[in-house]
């Protein structure tokens, strides 16, 4: 079986419908085109009600005549006044380049940890292997804000918050990531043992099995791992605030997005700056989701159906 | 009550089913605790005999072995290192010099200061040659704590590998004697690459999750315990603190009528947290389920482009849109606006506020806020829920709606019968996991509400508590404040714990899907 083609047709069948066709006599198809419209025009008013926000977004990204908040949505002028402002009159630069930096590192790294980790709970047998499972399992249930405080404070002590706080937060990123393994499980666990039985006999070590029979099977996976590894830290804003502890020069985007408009006066002064952030920070990160789609509908899809 | 099976169970109509159902759900509670109870009792008599059979064995071993085993007892690797095998043994005497460096030097020192957690707080001294008092600081109760469960951690390690070291040099003398091939350092790398492959790829993650999740959950698992108070610890290294036993736990349980402190505040929040997880899970999976099966539906066009549209809120990072939609419909938004100027709300109606319009239920002004939240929660969940439905209405075999159509089966019929429990069934773990995640959701209320508006019936507790707050944002408030009580957020993190791990194993117990596997295949 091969995954890549597997994908191709989960990719082609989800333009399928379910429904059968109705049996051929009028009543059945008037009804079926009331049925039809109704189901179109909820459609349409979906579409408006899930694009409104970013059309406004993009909108008063625009707008020069003022920087508040405002009851209309259509600038009176326009112009790339607050883009321009961005990026000469804030720190908006550095954090884009802290939260690029972080989210590369941290989609190589976090990646190969959870590769790892998920491809030798599926496909090796060892001593101790469902005691790790369980027990990853029940540490999930901890609230992971938990451990913030006393990470904050090794961080600190390391020298790796405020405006160093990139290793930082790629550290922490990275570190406990391994508990993550359950969709890409998931995959693996669908590759025939016999692929690796086969080889095995042939005389492949298990480095070799993995290197030169799976992982060339696995590129859907990979790409779903780093995929959403990337996205991540690039949308993360908890632990980004928590590390940067109010430094501007150790902020990601979220944050220091999130710091312009967190006061009342904040909103007023940098309002339509904040938008224009958001359409700068939002037009890669969707760009590159819409190309990678198919691969991420397929880990959601799968991740879900095998639980 | 008796057990029916089969067709008794069937002869009952809808309503003594139910019954029927619903008693023996609730009859069945004891039953799950006495079986964590024997769980837990079988762990431990598991655990008990393996301590056992080690015992034995590490005397048997002594009994038994020549000289080089038995020094290894008190040198490591010396049962190695003088049979050949020089790689093996030099590590094993390596770890051994540095764990006792480590424990002679620090380690036993922090270890014994963790009864009092340091007596000696900063002083002021006079110095002489500058004319003026500086602090100087002695005991710090966190580094204490810190590096006392660091060194419990290499302690561990340290009888973990100490008990490998003799099993070792056990099989080194037994490979010996019977004139066998020890494995040389060559072939123990090549090892790690092969027979022993999963030790390579396991050591890293595994080390960052003791690290970085383990050992931080214990450390505050024993703040809970202790009066560590990050408002006193200004500039982080002068601050004491101290153990204060279950006190922490009775400050949340210890309920009074009218009280307005932590228990108050702890209940009303685990209430409006259960709240939301339920609405927000439910709202998203049906609705979801709902725009998935309109999409998929045949004579639909555009397919891709709906799909697409839905899943732009996905690719779009949640900061951005979670903030600009509370932006929007904040006090002076587009949309709160909009509604005013058409005079569909009255002056003193918020999405995110009280109506301070005294003629508005209190109760009614209370559901405003959390109603927006769960709605906006709509807004970024049904497009996950869509593509996932979608995956799995393809999976449904056709010829089930075939053969319920030639039944003359309505279409409703058919969702019910067919669709709902198909979806249900494959979908349960994730319905749990969902759940869960939104009883920990904080992202979506952080950044929509922070919390607000404020609920002075828990005014009382730190973290200035709201009525959308649930009980991870509240916990986040605690530790960022100006009081930043450590010791309660403990307290919530473990009392969170508890609740999911409950709830886990109660609807764990309860999902078909783990029952009758095969029900659908």
Known sequence: MNPEKEAVVVAETQADPIVLPPRRHVGMRTKNRIGNTLIYILLILMSIVWLFPFVCIILQSFRIESTMMTGYIIPKEWGFDNYVNLFTTTNFPRWLLNTLIISLATAVLQSVMILCMSYTLSRLRFNGRTFLMRFMLVLGMFPGMLTMIILYRVLADMNMTQQNSIPGLILVYVASSGMGYYISKGFFDTIPKSLDEAARVDGATRAQVLFKVILPLSKPIVIYTILTAFMGPWGDFVFAAYVAFNNREGMNVAVGLQSMINTPSGINANYTMFCAGGVVVAIPITLLFLFLQKYYVEGVTGGAVKG | ?????????????????????????????????????????????????????????????????????????????????????????????????????????????????????????????????????????????????????????????????????????????????????????????????????????????????????????????????????????????????????????????????????????????????????????????????????????????????????????????????????????????????????????????????????????????????????IVINIWIGIPYLMLIATGILMNIPADLYESAKIDGASSWQQYTRITLPYMLFVTGPYLLTSFIGNMNNFNVIFLLTGGAPDNPAASGASGSVGYTDLLITWLYKITTGAQSEYYMASVIGILVFVVISVISLVVYNLMPSTKNEEDYQ
Do not use: C
Request: net charge positive.
């Open chain 2, 1 to 373: 009550m008796e057990k029916y099976v089969g067709l008794e169970y069937l002869k009952l109509n809808k309503f003594q089913r139910f019954l029927y159902k619903f008693t023996h759900f609730f009859l069945g509670i004891p039953d799950w605790f006495k079986n964590i109870g024997l769980a837990i009792g079988h762990f431990f008599q598991k655990f008990g005999l393996a301590v056992k059979n080690e015992v034995i064995d590490l005397i048997e071993t002594f009994r038994k072995g020549d000289w080089k085993t038995r020094v290894s007892y008190v040198v490591m690797g010396f049962g190695n290192l003088f049979r050949g095998q020089i790689g093996r043994g030099i590590l094993f005497l390596a770890f051994e010099a540095l764990f006792l460096f480590y424990m002679i030097f620090w380690g036993g020192s922090w270890i014994g200061q963790m009864g009092t957690l340091g007596t000696m707080g900063p002083e002021k001294i006079y110095d002489p040659v500058y004319d003026t008092y500086i602090t100087v600081y002695h005991d710090n109760s966190f580094k204490i704590l810190l590096y006392s469960v660091l060194s419990l951690f290499f302690i561990i390690g340290f009888i973990y590998t100490w008990r490998l070291n003799i099993k070792q040099a056990k099989i080194s003398q037994q490979l010996a004697l019977e004139g066998k091939h020890l494995t040389t350092g060559k072939e123990d790398l090549r090892s790690f690459a092969d027979d022993q492959f999963h030790k390579t790829l396991l050591a890293l993650p595994t080390i960052g999750i003791l690290v970085f999740t383990v050992m931080p959950i214990i450390f505050m698992i024993l703040v809970a315990f202790t009066n560590y108070n990050g408002a006193l610890n200004n500039g982080y290294s002068n601050n004491l603190f101290t153990w204060v036993g279950w006190d922490n736990f009775n400050t949340i349980f210890n309920w009074q009528v009218g009280g307005t402190g932590y228990s108050a505040a702890f209940g009303e929040i685990l209430a409006w947290t259960i709240m939301w997880a339920f609405f927000a899970t439910f709202s998203n999976y049906f609705l979801g389920m709902l725009v998935a099966i309109m999409i998929n539906k045949k004579g639909i066009k555009l397919k891709k482009v709906w799909r697409t549209i839905l899943v732009l809120t996905i690719a779009i990072p949640q900061f951005i849109s979670l903030l600009y939609v509370s932006r929007m419909f904040a006090n002076n938004g587009i949309v709160l606006t909009w509604l005013r100027n058409a005079g569909m709300v009255s002056d003193t109606f918020t999405f995110f506020g009280l109506n301070t319009d005294p003629s508005v239920p209190r109760w009614v002004a209370i559901m405003v806020p959390r109603l927006t939240v």
